[in-house]
């Protein structure tokens, strides 16, 4: 293999970080002997801490309604032929208790930003769920919202929350999104999620539109500095009623490369083998975890509404992406070596 690749994965699991340039270099000349390596050592440093566990969340998607427009998104504001809905605090309730029973130990409320969703109905609702299921982490992931509500909703129970920075460069963060959101606010959001106390989760897409190496380099500089709790990563995928409908899908192959550095990078994290890793790749999870990553999150959502919350063509939501499915889930994740436990799944600070 190229020395000056092998030497900077040898850095890289030595020292868990490395220049913005080599960063890029080890992105840019990646090969099929350089990947292998890097998911053997991601592979080994997870062992360590985490075994052959893997940790399971339950994810509701409260809401579709959006009050952004992001190009890539298909729940975005503008796309007219999407179908909303918004789930009652009773039936986000029900899908809790369901979600119990399947041996569930973390729920993850999800929406578009939907202001219905006020700090006045979050908070007795988290307060519901954390005095029902006191064993149970309650990850949020509603988007920006001001520091103080977010101290709110940490105060009432709420344990972990997820925001993707989407990318680290500003420039690349304007050609996503639309004038009225900024990069700064971004960023504002997840600095303020961390210092309040939350198990904090950043991300990316991997082969969003105009993506470069050297943006994609920055993602993984960021990580290495902010230094998160957990991190989603997934491949691009388009929808056909966004303004990137025609955009070619990011790859499996590179999104499971990083998913290796960033394990390497930060060996306690949190890290999902995504929906979108699955829906691009029929045994997309398992390469996931086959490269580092140590968490699965089936869907909860009532059926009737899993068809809505489309955020890419081909969303899966049945199969092993399906929360009643978690047996078959298990099975595959058997047959690749590694177990799903019920468990709560907090970062392991050791
Ligand atoms: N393809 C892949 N991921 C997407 N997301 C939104 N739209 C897409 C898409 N077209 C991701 C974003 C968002 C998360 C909830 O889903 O990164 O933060």
Do not use: W
Not at 47 to 60: A, D, P, Q
Not at 82 to 90: A, D, F, I, P, V
């Amino acid at each position: 293999m190229n020395k000056q690749l092998e030497m900077l994965i040898y850095k890289l699991i030595n020292e868990q970080g490395l220049s913005l340039e080599e960063y890029e270099f080890l992105i840019k000349n990646r090969t099929i002997e350089s990947a292998r390596l890097l998911a053997e050592a991601a592979v080994k440093a997870r062992k360590k801490i985490y075994g052959n566990t893997v940790f399971i969340r339950g994810l509701i998607e409260i809401s579709n309604i959006c009050k952004n427009d992001c190009f890539y998104c298909g729940i975005r504001r503008s796309n007219y032929s999407c179908q909303r809905y918004r789930l009652t605090c009773e039936e986000i309730l029900e899908c809790c208790k369901e979600g119990y029973g399947l041996g569930f130990r973390t729920f993850v409320l999800q929406d578009g930003e939907d202001s219905y969703y006020s700090d006045e109905r979050l908070l007795p609702l988290l307060k519901d769920i954390k005095s029902l299921y006191p064993d149970c982490a309650v990850t949020l992931s509603l988007g920006e919202r001001s520091r103080e509500s977010y101290q709110k909703l940490f105060d009432a129970g709420a344990d972990r929350y997820l925001l993707r920075h989407e990318t680290a460069e500003e420039e690349h963060y304007l050609k996503l999104h639309p004038e009225n959101m900024s990069y700064v606010n971004r960023m504002r959001c997840l600095k303020d999620l961390k210092e309040i106390g939350y198990q904090t989760g950043c991300g990316f897409m991997v082969g969003s539109p105009y993506q470069t190496n050297r943006q994609l380099a920055m993602d993984l500089k960021f990580i290495e500095t902010f230094r998160p709790q957990m991190c989603g990563i997934g491949p691009f995928i388009p929808h056909r009623d966004t303004p990137f409908g025609n955009q070619p899908a990011g790859a499996v192959e590179l999104t499971c490369y990083l998913l290796s550095v960033i394990r390497l990078i930060k060996p306690n994290i949190l890290l999902p083998a995504t929906t979108a890793l699955g829906t691009l790749e029929e045994t997309g999870r398992e390469k996931g975890i086959l490269s580092g990553a140590n968490v699965v999150m089936p869907n909860l959502s009532p059926v009737s509404v899993r068809e809505k919350y489309r955020l890419y063509d081909n969303k899966v939501s049945d199969g092993a992406e399906s929360a009643q499915c978690v047996e078959e889930l298990k099975k595959r994740m058997e047959a690749i070596g590694y177990t799903i436990i019920t468990d709560r799944g907090d970062i392991n600070k050791y």
